[in-house]
């Protein structure tokens, strides 16, 4: 296991430790399989895929305090490696204002992201803390704001180290009628180091006088016969990364309605837009990453998305969910002088579908086990290749929770 992966692993474990004197763990764990089809333009293939969550957390101290570490690992429906494992810790303590007219959230945690040979370049390690207040509901108001700070590094893009800030302020409307109304806007920055210009020697390699670097001339020789020093790389300049600083800011409106006890509709719009420098290198992803926040960079493209949803329960523990989404992302153009990035637009539908079940409910105590059947459809049309596709990925999982 590599040294930072056990680092984490090692502090979280401490984590729930220390704290399990005053309160049980819960957790939720899932491991799912599927069969997914990737079609760009008439190339088709088709893969298994895992996905595997694992994701406990600590209530303690009265529920002021709060403990938690996830694993979320899986692969991706490219040729290649596109396998990625992210490992995240954090915690956060609650405090009470004006006789709990106001709770504030202070927190904040590591991560760290690790990726298949197709993107190790992606790899990254990060930090963050968060500072949140909520105000009591008056009426059917709930007002809620915070801000975040992140720092990022990229061991193979060091050009891409990174600092973050965001703030952000939310109303959150709850009225008798069962209907939901959440406005919310952030704002934030970033801060790519970039990378200055550095200088590559030539290389040279012994080739013996038989060799077919020689040209033919003596050959028979053997290597113990005479030879020369031949160029194996040429002497090369990498040009410099200017460091770069943009802003971008969201608007997000979501309407929920309940429908009896048991369903609810959902409709949400989505905006986002920048400013300053675009971002000095752009990450390729695999078909279907959406939203991960980093790797699928917020601050590279700006973005129209409008999504519509459908929930339905029956009992405690059986589900339906059904999700339908249009975007539009348009990418300006990035990169240097010497390396461009053109402009890039992509218009994609995505379609999800959860069917959850419990298994064996009587048996399991404490535990609750269920089985998930799961469909996903993304079609992306896009002026880049790369990301004009067709993506189809079913699968089935188990989960675990406490």
Known sequence: MPRYHATLLAAAALTLCAAA???????????????????????????????????????????????????????????GDWTSVHHAL????????GSDAVQAFVGGGLDLQRNGDAWTDADYDGAHAFFNLVGRRVGPLTLRGGVRLARRSFAGLPAL?????????????????????????????????????????????????????????GSGRGIGGTGVMVPATPEAIVPAIPAADARQWTAMLRLAQGLGEKAGVHVQWLQRGLDGDPAPLRLE?????????????????????????????????????????????????????DAAVPA??????????????????????????GLSLDYAYTDSASDDAFYDYRHHAAGVSLTLSR
């Not at 895992?50 to 403990?67: D, I, M, S, V, Y």
């Not at 956060?92 to 204002?97: A, G, H, K, N």
Request: charged share 25%; aromatic share 12%; hydrophobic share 40%.
């Open 21 to 79: 004197v005053e309160a049980q763990p819960s957790f939720d764990a899932r491991l799912g399989l599927g069969l997914d089809t990737w079609r760009a333009g008439a190339t088709t293939e088709n893969k298994l895929a895992f996905t595997g969550t694992f994701a406990p957390e600590l209530l303690f101290a009265g529920e002021r305090g709060r403990a938690w570490y996830s694993l979320d690992a899986g692969n991706a429906d490219a040729s």
């Open 344 to 369: 890039r637009q992509d218009r994609v539908w995505r379609g999800l579908a959860r069917l959850s079940l419990p298994l064996l409910a009587e048996k399991t105590g404490d535990f609750a086990l």
């Open 161 to 217: 180290d990174q600092d973050e800030a965001e703030g952000f302020a939310a109303a959150l409307f709850n009225f008798e009628s069962k209907t939901t109304v959440i406005a919310e806007l952030r704002y934030g920055g970033k801060r790519w180091e970039g990378q200055p210009a550095f200088h590559v020697p030539a290389s040279s390699t012994f080739a013996p006088s038989g060799s077919s670097g020689m040209g033919g001339r």
């Open 90 to 97: 954090g915690a956060r303590w609650r405090f009470d204002l």
């Open 285 to 337: 992803t695999p078909a279907g990453y959406f939203d991960d926040g980093v790797l699928d960079d917020p601050y590279a493209s700006e973005l129209l998305a409008v999504q519509a949803g459908l929930s339905r329960n029956w009992g405690d523990a059986t589900s339906l969910r059904l999700t339908g989404e249009w975007r539009r992302r348009d990418f300006p153009a990035a990169g240097f002088a």
